[in-house]
């Protein structure tokens, strides 16, 4: 199995990334191979709508996400995460997901695949407020990449450096997401 884990965070360290960290951390306790793919330390430029992906089947953008693709059409599992600020996931989180255009131009990924999505956030009530992330992921993710298996998870509680072994909101979360991520365990 090859799972892709993929950090929107720009706080390597934060919440997010350390919940990141310790899923890439089972998947290879459990024989997986694991790429872990922090988009802070990239070059993804904005996509601007050109469409040479439709027309063309190339990204005219010579940067990072090149290498995303390959390692996005290679997985089994994808697992993509960022903090909710202001309401939406990250700045560069969205960036990187309006570039999958590439991949939804010709469905790219071949069927089997899993997805999940992962949003940390500092209100209390955050999984119940920011709901409507879980629409748009699945949609993203199982609509427009093709991803048979979907799930969307939100950790609320999660302000500043929370301790994650304390939080009983990341616990569960960390425990939903190992039972999804790796069903055979």
């Known amino acids: ?34 790429t872990y793919y922090e ?10 709508g050109c469409y040479t992906c439709d027309t063309e089947d190339r990204c005219v953008k010579d940067d990072d ?21 202001m309401g939406m996931e990250t700045g560069m989180a969205k960036c990187f997901a309006d570039r999958l255009y590439y991949l939804m131009a ?7 695949k899993r997805a999940a999505a992962l949003f940390t956030c500092g209100l209390a009530d955050g999984h119940m407020v920011y709901g409507y992330m879980h629409g748009r992921y699945d949609k993203l993710l199982r609509h427009d990449l ?15 450096r929370v301790n994650l072994d304390g939080n009983y909101y990341a616990q569960e979360t ?5 039972a999804f991520l790796f069903p055979e365990a």
């Open 106 to 112: 010709k469905r790219r990924l071949a069927p089997g």
């Open 39 to 48: 988009i802070l330390d990239k070059n993804v430029q904005d996509c601007d």
């Open 146 to 160: 093709g991803f048979e298996e979907v799930k969307t998870f939100i950790s609320p509680g999660m302000k500043n």
């Open 174 to 178: 960390l425990k939903e997401m190992a």
């Open 65 to 85: 996400m090149i290498g995303a693709y390959r390692l996005i059409q290679g997985c089994d599992v994808l697992v993509i995460g960022s903090p909710i600020y």
């Open 1 to 34: 199995m090859k799972y892709v884990f993929v950090n929107g965070s720009p706080r390597p360290e934060g919440n997010t990334g350390t919940m990141l960290k310790m899923l890439a951390r089972q998947a290879k306790e459990k024989g997986a191979e694991v």
